[in-house]
């Protein structure tokens, strides 16, 4: 059976990616009026996972519906070109042919001028470290994916200035059935490595913040 995890957190602040400085004299600490009654630049992020429960394998892609979810995200996301640093035109391919920690951007744009190099996460880094890079991207409406390994394949992490919820819920909803079972989960609820793989231990009772996703459901 796949256990299927769309992880969202919204309304997360676009300035919080930006550097921050330890030294507080390096700061700019005055603010206008108008930089005061300016509203605050959000952007949503979206964690997108599985397990194979019956084979306990960890991964997106160890799941049986692999391909269909990939089919469904591309279908999703058509309106975009991807970019990637072999130049991949579609996102399936991309996704299948990108490493670990590189960046895959969707723009609406014909070109982009991101230096991907900029953007990779390594081994000894992650989003966090790129927060400068990531936020700049985000501001012109360009989407931001990565492949992030997991116990046995990879998972997607996906960043967007939009909330884009809506639109990944009802495409990958269509997969419901008795061996896809779909959890909708607010990651600022999920804080813990037990409750990130509830489903190995209580998944008739998934913690707070953990919604399974049947066919009539509805946003």
């Given at each position: 059976?796949?256990?299927?995890?769309l992880?969202?957190?919204?309304?997360?602040?676009?300035?919080?990616?930006?550097?921050?400085?330890?030294?507080?004299?390096?700061q700019?600490?005055?603010?206008?009026l108008?930089?005061?009654?300016?509203?605050?630049l959000?952007?949503?992020?979206?964690?997108?996972?599985?397990?194979?429960?019956d084979?306990?394998?960890?991964?997106?892609?160890?799941?049986?519906?692999?391909?269909?979810?990939?089919?469904?995200?591309s279908?999703?996301?058509?309106?975009?070109?991807?970019?990637?640093?072999?130049?991949?035109?579609?996102?399936?391919?991309?996704?299948?042919?990108?490493?670990?920690?590189?960046?895959?951007?969707?723009?609406?744009?014909?070109?982009?001028?991101?230096?991907?190099?900029?953007l990779?996460?390594?081994?000894?880094?992650?989003?966090?470290?790129?927060?400068?890079?990531?936020?700049?991207?985000?501001?012109?409406?360009?989407?931001?994916?990565?492949?992030?390994?997991a116990?046995?394949?990879?998972?997607?992490?996906?960043?967007?200035?939009?909330?884009?919820?809506?639109?990944?819920?009802?495409?990958?909803?269509s997969?419901?059935?008795d061996?896809?079972?779909?959890?909708?989960?607010?990651?600022?609820r999920?804080?813990?490595?037990?409750?990130?793989?509830?489903e190995?231990?209580?998944?008739?009772?998934?913690?707070?913040?953990?919604?399974?996703?049947?066919?009539?459901?509805v946003?």
């Amino acid at each position: 059976m796949d256990i299927f995890k769309l992880i969202f957190e919204h309304d997360l602040r676009l300035d919080q990616l930006k550097e921050r400085h330890t030294d507080r004299n390096t700061q700019d600490v005055s603010s206008s009026l108008e930089d005061f009654l300016k509203p605050d630049l959000t952007y949503s992020k979206f964690y997108i996972t599985g397990t194979r429960l019956d084979e306990e394998r960890f991964g997106l892609n160890t799941l049986s519906a692999y391909d269909d979810i990939i089919r469904h995200l591309s279908s999703t996301l058509a309106d975009y070109r991807v970019f990637t640093g072999e130049g991949y035109k579609n996102l399936e391919s991309a996704i299948d042919n990108s490493n670990i920690g590189e960046p895959i951007i969707l723009s609406k744009y014909d070109s982009i001028t991101w230096d991907l190099p900029q953007l990779t996460i390594d081994s000894s880094s992650n989003a966090g470290h790129k927060k400068e890079f990531i936020a700049a991207l985000l501001k012109t409406d360009d989407l931001l994916i990565y492949k992030e390994q997991a116990h046995h394949g990879f998972d997607l992490h996906l960043f967007s200035k939009d909330n884009i919820y809506r639109d990944l819920f009802y495409p990958l909803k269509s997969l419901v059935g008795d061996q896809f079972r779909f959890f909708s989960i607010n990651g600022k609820r999920i804080r813990s490595e037990r409750k990130f793989y509830f489903e190995t231990w209580t998944l008739d009772n998934p913690p707070h913040g953990a919604e399974e996703v049947f066919e009539e459901t509805v946003l």
